[in-house]
């Protein structure tokens, strides 16, 4: 493979940002984000030693006035009252999507959302001279200006990239390999010519948008990919897309939106990645600009969100990731309680490892014709 130009700045070291507010925070217990998931990363990576009172940072909620950057300030306040008084009249819920589709009132519905919020623009400011930070919390891709979508309340990209913004970049690379098309972010960015939004997504999930054709105001580029995507074939979309388009954009910053609802074991998707080949995609991006704003996003199984997130964070730190986990951080995923029809429950080694097995596989020819012919966008 092609060794890759380094623009990472080696004198700072990575941060990670997170809150205490996740742990026991829940949309309901029927719900795919009843689960817990940044409580489980947090504690993982204690648990191996690999953060310290230097590179682990508490995340803030953000003010109403940081929200309205981009949020319609009737819907912040909005949200605000729902957390309040627990409910909100009926043409309130039809107005802002709070209490429908998904988008439940539950006890932090301001402030989980909000501090989600405040740490991307925190990150972002804490990358304006460089250095990568890594907020699994964040990746929130789906909200809108006025109304709550797809599990998302405030979206904390945008708000994130427009803090890069402010600072005086002009330009952005938003990368999301979410299985859901970051809706939210191109949107936002349609007719920017400052961000360039990058989504590739399973192609017959909600929200079912992000045609291949579709590049917004162009500004947006699109790949949309069958259900069944394989390591080999990530790292094919990596090497043969992801990386020629960066280097073609040069980024001075780039938001890398790495929900790990492809993993095979998750419900909510039909794809079949190990989280090796994520890993991968967080190790080239992150060195294609002096600046990296690393977050989550998708992911509905606790054991995949547990182990995928904690190697995101020793990716970037270039720790090595053992072969056997200590007694400690396999503790943290025994104890775990979950079922879901659909989810894949694990067998012992997901467990008392962090790393999956390669699951590669046949690079389809779709795959490559939908690459060339997205390719043929440029930037």
Not at 258 to 269: F, K, R
Not at 293 to 301: C, E, P
Not at 317 to 324: H, K, L, R, W
Not at 326 to 331: D, K, L, S
């Amino acid at each position: 493979m092609v060794t890759l130009p380094d623009f990472r700045d080696a004198k700072i070291p990575p941060r990670m940002i997170a809150a205490e507010i996740y742990r026991g925070s829940s949309y309901g217990p029927k719900h795919p984000l009843a689960i817990p998931r940044v409580s489980l990363v947090v504690d993982m990576v204690h648990a191996l030693g690999w953060v310290d009172g230097s590179s682990y940072v508490t995340g803030p909620v953000a003010t109403a006035g940081q929200l309205t950057r981009f949020h319609d300030p009737d819907y912040v306040r909005a949200v605000m009252q729902a957390e309040r008084d627990q409910a909100l009249p009926e043409d309130m819920m039809v107005k802002f999507g709070l209490g429908k589709n998904g988008n439940p009132i539950y006890p932090e519905i301001f402030r989980r959302p909000a501090t989600a919020a405040g740490s991307s623009i925190m990150g972002a400011d804490m990358i304006a001279k460089g250095g990568i930070v890594h907020h699994p919390a964040g990746g929130t891709h789906h909200g809108l200006r006025d109304r709550a979508s797809g599990f998302c309340y405030f979206n904390d990209p945008v708000l994130g990239i427009y803090a890069l913004l402010d600072s005086g970049l002009d330009r952005v690379l938003y990368v999301d390999i979410d299985a859901h098309h970051g809706d939210g972010v191109q949107i936002a960015f349609a007719e920017d010519d400052r961000v360039l939004t990058v989504s590739m997504h399973q192609e017959d999930l909600w929200p079912k948008t992000g045609a291949i054709d579709d590049i917004a105001g162009g500004m947006a580029r699109n790949l949309p990919m069958p259900a069944g995507m394989n390591d080999d074939e990530m790292r094919y979309v990596l090497h043969e897309y992801l990386i020629p388009l960066a280097l073609s954009f040069a980024p001075q910053a780039i938001v890398l939106q790495c929900g790990c609802d492809t993993l095979a074991e998750d419900p909510l998707s039909k794809q079949l990645l190990g989280n090796q080949s994520i890993w991968e995609v967080v190790g080239a991006m992150t060195k294609l600009a002096p600046r990296s704003l690393v977050l989550g996003g998708g992911g509905y199984s606790p054991y995949g969100v547990a182990r995928c997130w904690s190697g995101v964070w020793a990716t970037i730190n270039g720790i090595e990731i053992p072969a056997v986990l200590p007694i400690t951080a396999e503790n943290i995923l025994r104890v775990i309680k979950w079922t879901h029809s659909r989810g894949r429950q694990p067998d012992d080694t997901m467990f008392t490892t962090l790393c999956d097995p390669w699951r590669g596989g046949t690079i389809r020819e779709d795959i490559r014709e939908r690459v060339r012919r997205l390719r043929g966008y440029g930037v």
